[in-house]
């Protein structure tokens, strides 16, 4: 691998005698790992592979398989994500307890938040942030395709979430950095590499956290971290934050043999990860606690006092019964499509839409067109889709790929109406059938756009 002279100037000394091995694992092909949706999950489906050490639910593959042609993927059954940056569920399972409210603030494609989202309680929030726009749809995407309701995908800037003063329990700051640690996945992260853009880096790193710093609880934890290696935007400012802004820097349980290396800072938990060691890219995160700011404590509740106007209008039984559990949601209209979301967090939604650009909310279960109600595609992924409301059709393969490129289906042998179709008895999406055909309800964009579908059945799960 050609690494540029400065970058190897910097981490040759930090490195010391392992810079060789290093090297080595540049040269190697980059692991490809899966992380099971734990709500949709059946264990039993996984092929016998090696599992990822510092998680429950993920797994190597053994070489990259066409995803995109796995109807499973699209259901959101797992999420193909970097083993090492896997590591910040340990730092939520060791810290997280009960119900709270969490940020994931730089969150697109939404890795981390699909991670976050499977470890919280039914009755806490994640707003899962990502301030490029473009960015943001890809990430609203994911997570409706990994179905918890309790989740609102944000498109700001971390200067706008700041103003919900000690609102988060914990925020997670993935920050957008130099990606050293991407050098082998990603060529266009050596060309892009430079000593000043490391600089850069950095500093936009200590806006963000200092922007998004007063919404974090007086206590709060926040987790930080990025996928470079240099001391400058790790440690630097890990010692940043415990210092300027008021933090301690916690500790986070390991096991010695998932090979994770030790901060290159005395006194200073934080945990690396070297794909020499690790299988896995490069990565480093730190957690701090913030230390109790009185003035905050009573923003927090300046925020609480927000005035909530709930709409008085009601969906039909009917339709509120395509949920299983409908008595924990509320149900509520936005145009002509109704929504549903848990009902203990309703008034967190109420102030998150008084000062954020919401992109997606909860579930939306359908939209009235004339009398008809025509069922979302976020109902279908939903984890509290009440399979029961609809005739189900098991299609095979070959028709799950057709029905992913939203073409045309023909389901003469088929009720009339609306039809839920399951793949490997995971739902996948709606049709509408009229008998000599079915309209194809998939969402336009979410759709397949390769037309080279391979000749045999992709199975990436069993
Ligand atoms: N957490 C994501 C995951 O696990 O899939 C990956 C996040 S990536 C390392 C960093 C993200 O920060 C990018 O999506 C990028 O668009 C976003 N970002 C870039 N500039 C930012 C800024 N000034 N403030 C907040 N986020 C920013």
Known sequence: MNLPADFIMRTQPLLKDEWENFL????SDAPVSIRLNKRKNNTNRIAPTDNVLWSDSAYYMEKRPQFTFDPLFHAGYYYVQEASSMFVGQAIKQYIKGDV?????????????TL?????????????????RSRANILAENMTKWGN???VVTNNDPANIGKLKGFFDIILVDAPCSGEGMFRKDEGAISEWSVENVKLCKERQQRILADIWPALKPDGILIYSTCT???????????????????EVLPVDTKEEWGISPSFMEDMPAYRFFPHKTIGEGFFMAVLRKKEEEDDAKISKKNRNNKEKYSKADLPASYKSYMSDKEQFTFYPKGDSWFAFPTKLYHDLFLLKSHLNIISEGICLGEFKGKDFIPNQSLVLSNHLNTGAFPTYDVDWKTAITYLRKE????SDQPKGYILLTYKDIPLGFVKNIGN??????????RIRSANVPNEELRVII
């Open 24 to 27: 080595a694992a540049l040269d």
């Open 101 to 113: 409210k969490v940020l994931d603030l730089c969150a697109a494609p939404g890795g981390k938040s």
């Open 116 to 132: 976050i989202a499977d470890l919280l309680s039914e009755d806490s929030l994640l707003v899962s942030n990502e301030v490029i």
């Open 149 to 151: 309701p309790n989740v």
């Open 229 to 247: 290696y240099n001391l400058e935007e790790n440690e630097e400012n890990v010692q940043w934050i415990r210092d300027e802004l008021g933090a």
């Open 408 to 411: 045309a289906l023909v389901l």
């Open 437 to 446: 055909r079915a309209n194809n309800l998939y969402t336009q964009e979410w």
